[in-house]
């Protein structure tokens, strides 16, 4: 299965609701939220105007014409939020589409657009049951703080320069 990533376009902004609700970690056994869940306040902050806040940035995964997945940063005051400097990450792919690496792709291309920018460091907010949260310490995240359910993990974009 081939896919290309690539950065969504603004007439694609609109599919970040539906990756926002797949985004949501449903563990084994519970029933999914309604889809009506991703019209709360905290989580609109996620896609609300998205493309109009300096720091917005997103890429897609496309498979034959398809976006199966995307991750996209905007600085924002969200479960992952670190400071005013650091954009937070969220990401997802369609459930048809996941185990086959396009969330690692997704993932390390974002960090190199970001290293590429200047970011120094890039954080989000995962639940610990997550099986995602081995994919985010293998490319570099690293937890900094946590609560009972989920983590709080940054990567930091520009340490091999600094060694």
Not at 56 to 76: H, K, N, S
Request: aromatic share 10%; no cysteine; charged share 25%.
């Amino acid at each position: 299965m081939d896919y290309i990533i690539r950065e969504m376009k603004k007439e694609e902004y609109v599919l970040l609701s539906d990756f926002l609700y797949e985004a949501i970690y449903i563990p084994d056994g519970v029933k999914p939220p309604p889809r009506a869940v991703i019209n709360l306040p905290e989580l609109q902050e996620y896609i609300v105007d998205f493309g109009t806040r300096k720091h917005d940035r997103a890429l897609v995964a496309e498979m034959q014409g398809q976006i199966v997945g995307t991750i996209w940063v905007r600085i924002m005051n969200d479960y992952g939020h670190l400071d005013e400097d650091t954009p937070s990450l969220a990401m997802s792919v369609y459930q048809d589409y996941r185990g086959l690496g396009i969330g690692t792709a997704l993932l390390k291309e974002l960090l190199l657009v970001l290293k590429s920018q200047g970011y120094p460091k890039v954080s989000l907010s995962v639940q610990k049951a997550n099986y995602a949260v081995k994919m985010y310490q293998t490319a570099g995240f690293y937890v900094v703080s946590e609560n009972a359910e989920e983590y709080i993990m940054v990567a930091d974009l520009q340490e091999k320069e600094r060694k």
